[in-house]
């Protein structure tokens, strides 16, 4: 990293943290707090796409925290779960986990992710993947203990999923990145922070 600029993570997922870390880039994290559900609620009004719209929450977070961070380099990041028009959010207990999952069986569903990174309060990159899953027809057998397998952790994911682990044995077919899946499309954002100078090229 060069050390004359400063990376900030505008995300509490410990997933998207993991993958910075992972990729050797040194980074603080600042989580932002802002309503999601009125930016989605405002953007479905006003006719945006998915695409629009995880945008949208991805340079809210970052302008969040770019207000208490001047002059660093502010990413914001979120993930939409759109299966038929449906957007899903991450659900509340195990519960509502089945409730999702059994609506994904047998179907597929896009995972869009947007990035936006805002330094001083001006936009300078932004991005937009989406990866295609095809969930498999798997038994309620399969279901539960799943569920009872995965713990709270799958909470923290909009799918009710972990591709790194267990999660793996929903799919039957994945068309997209690894990083897009997981929440954090990696390799555009590395080409950027090379080209900006925030890694090394």
């Given at each position: 990293?060069?050390?004359?600029?400063?990376?900030?993570?505008a995300?509490q997922?410990r997933?998207?943290?993991a993958i910075?870390?992972?990729?050797g880039?040194?980074?603080?994290?600042?989580?932002?707090?802002?309503?999601?559900?009125?930016?989605k609620?405002?953007?479905?009004d006003?006719?945006?796409s998915?695409?629009?719209t995880v945008?949208?929450?991805?340079?809210?977070?970052?302008?969040?925290?770019?207000?208490?961070?001047?002059?660093?380099?502010v990413?914001?990041?979120?993930?939409?779960l759109d299966?038929?028009?449906?957007?899903?959010?991450?659900?509340?207990?195990?519960d509502?986990?089945?409730?999702h999952?059994?609506?994904?069986?047998?179907?597929?569903?896009?995972?869009?992710?947007?990035?936006?990174?805002?330094?001083n309060?001006?936009?300078?990159?932004?991005w937009?993947?989406t990866a295609?899953?095809?969930?498999?027809h798997?038994?309620d057998?399969f279901?539960?203990?799943?569920?009872?397998?995965?713990?709270?952790?799958?909470?923290?994911?909009?799918?009710?999923?972990r591709l790194?682990?267990?999660?793996?044995?929903?799919?039957?077919?994945?068309?997209?990145?690894?990083?897009t899946?997981?929440?954090?499309?990696l390799?555009?954002?590395?080409?950027?922070?090379?080209?900006?100078?925030?890694?090394e090229?």
């Amino acid at each position: 990293m060069n050390p004359n600029h400063r990376l900030v993570l505008a995300s509490q997922s410990r997933s998207r943290a993991a993958i910075l870390e992972n990729a050797g880039l040194s980074f603080d994290v600042e989580p932002a707090e802002i309503d999601e559900q009125v930016i989605k609620i405002r953007c479905r009004d006003n006719g945006c796409s998915v695409g629009d719209t995880v945008l949208e929450l991805a340079a809210a977070k970052a302008s969040a925290a770019s207000a208490r961070h001047p002059d660093a380099y502010v990413l914001g990041a979120d993930q939409i779960l759109d299966l038929g028009g449906t957007w899903y959010d991450k659900p509340r207990d195990r519960d509502e986990a089945a409730e999702h999952l059994r609506a994904f069986r047998g179907k597929i569903h896009h995972l869009v992710n947007g990035l936006v990174v805002i330094r001083n309060g001006e936009r300078n990159w932004a991005w937009e993947e989406t990866a295609h899953m095809t969930v498999r027809h798997f038994s309620d057998r399969f279901l539960a203990g799943y569920l009872e397998n995965s713990g709270d952790e799958i909470l923290e994911s909009v799918g009710a999923y972990r591709l790194e682990g267990i999660g793996a044995q929903l799919f039957d077919r994945i068309d997209g990145d690894y990083f897009t899946v997981l929440g954090l499309p990696l390799l555009p954002l590395l080409g950027y922070l090379r080209q900006t100078g925030i890694a090394e090229p």
